[in-house]
């Protein structure tokens, strides 16, 4: 298409994309998507072509493209007042309200919320005070952070060392010493084809105890985690697993983080994970669905055991030093308090629950029989196709066939839907705003089966 402006040009000259082959793009390899409009399940680029997001930005969008209600929250918040820190006590009308939505909406057990700006950030915060907090209670030795292969945690330093991703590790110097990575809890890719889901269960916690013993749980201050691994592939948990792990933290006194920054706020058809899977965390994660993107906010939820240690903490040595310029931003907390209200308004995790279960079902008979679908599975409203190049004898796909990037390429390209080619596997990732209605899913399906036939036979 002939353009009056150089927008193509400028992006390649000026733009540092993240997640990014950079010189392929530079060179003009891979395209550039300028992306201008969207509404809904659906998001429109500028030459014209419509595209059903079946994975909602990033995990992001959850209740849909184009909401004039959160528009308008956002547009009053600039007029009114677009920024005031929130230090030494200051606050804004909508960072106070929104934090008491947030509280009204978290598990019981939890006190207070410190926002930020991104998932990255607030699992950095969630570090620094699990390091202050064990400081204030005379163990400086406790500082470890225990992850898990395949989980996602962020990409600064701390947070892509807890990222359990080599993507995000070479080149990187990372993960930093005071990581430690165990066993993913994926019952699909497990060793021993004749293992029961128990007996995984027990081999996951017993590497976990192998870990603590090894270094010393007096060393080990924290186990992060997923409710549901995310970008590692969409895995939910098998039934018993995180009953078990909790049962390991409490022996050893070990503090629980919940990275819910994909699962909150409906996304598994519960306002949290932590509901989800009866999860009784010291921080909680969040970032995402808070605002559902509409303008960026994280927060980091803290207990109230925590609270009781960080309040004598700042008794004994004055204020917290801690604090990002943007804490709390007025504009994002005001998209928060619209995007929740509108979440219970128009009973979304009520359709979470009915169109991500559909959804689910209507992949696993689509494509469950198919000799490269090794998997189809999922919670709430994610959904996970996981593909293999010899099901019967547990072969994936060498990463240079690049399965599941054709695949994913295919869809859009050919069906104008957008799925996400998982990193570091042959796994196609759905995750649609919680919007999505029947009609939008058997789009999504038929998109994904022409896809897989096309490409893999």
């Known amino acids: 298409m002939l353009r009056n402006d150089k927008l193509d040009q400028w992006d390649r000259e000026n733009f540092f994309h993240p997640s990014t082959h950079l010189a392929q793009h530079a060179r003009g390899e891979s395209p550039t998507r300028v992306i201008r409009t969207a509404a809904g399940s659906h998001i429109e680029d500028r030459d014209g072509n419509r595209f059903l997001d079946a994975f909602a930005g990033l995990y992001c969008v959850n209740v849909g493209y184009g909401r004039q209600e959160i528009a308008d929250a956002i547009a009053d918040q600039a007029r009114e007042l677009a920024y005031y820190h929130a230090y030494m006590g200051h606050g804004t009308e909508a960072s106070i309200t929104l934090a008491k939505m947030v509280l009204e909406r978290a598990p019981a057990n939890m006190s207070k919320v410190y926002f930020g700006l991104s998932g990255s950030d607030a699992n950095e915060t969630n570090v620094k005070l699990i390091w202050y907090y064990n400081n204030i209670l005379g163990r400086p030795e406790k500082k470890k952070i225990i992850s898990r292969w395949r989980g996602y945690h962020g990409s600064g330093l701390v947070t892509g060392s807890l990222t359990g991703l080599d ?4 080149k990187f110097d990372l993960p930093l010493a005071q990581v430690l990575h165990t066993t993913a809890p994926f019952y699909y890719r497990r060793a021993d084809r004749a293992q029961s889901e128990a007996d995984y269960v027990a081999s996951c916690v017993a590497d976990l105890e192998a870990l603590i013993a090894r270094e010393g749980a007096d060393t080990i201050a924290a186990f992060i985690g997923e409710p549901v691994l995310g970008t590692g592939g ?3 948990p098998p039934e018993g697993y995180w009953q078990a792990i909790q049962g390991v933290l409490r022996k050893h006194d070990i503090l629980l983080v919940v990275d819910e920054v994909v699962t909150g706020f409906g996304r598994l058809g519960t306002m949290f994970g932590s509901d989800h899977y009866g999860l009784e965390a ?10 559902s993107a509409y303008a960026p906010l994280s927060g980091s939820i803290v207990s109230d055991r925590v609270w009781k240690v960080l309040e004598r903490g700042t008794d004994e040595n ?9 804490s709390a931003h007025p504009i994002g907390a005001a998209a928060g308090v619209a995007n929740l209200k509108l979440l219970d308004d128009l009973k979304l995790i009520e359709n979470v629950q009915s169109v991500g279960s559909y959804l689910r079902q209507s992949l696993a008979e689509a494509l469950g029989d198919h000799p490269h679908v090794g998997e189809v599975r999922g919670e709430g409203m994610l959904a996970a196709v996981e593909l293999i190049k010899d099901k019967e004898k547990q072969i994936y796909f060498d990463p240079a066939d690049k399965a599941v990037a054709r695949v994913s390429a295919a869809m859009m390209d050919q069906h104008k839907v957008i799925a996400r080619a998982m990193p570091q596997s042959d796994i196609l990732g759905f995750a649609p705003p919680f919007c999505l209605t029947r009609e939008e899913a058997d789009t999504v399906v038929a998109a994904t089966q022409k896809a897989v036939k096309s490409v893999l036979g």
Request: proline residues 8%; aromatic residues 20%; positive net charge.
């Open 234 to 236: 969409i895995v939910p």
């Open 282 to 291: 010291d921080f909680i994660t969040i970032a995402k669905g808070l605002t």
């Open 167 to 170: 993507y995000f590790h070479k």
């Open 318 to 326: 004055g204020p917290l030093g801690h604090g990002w310029t943007y």
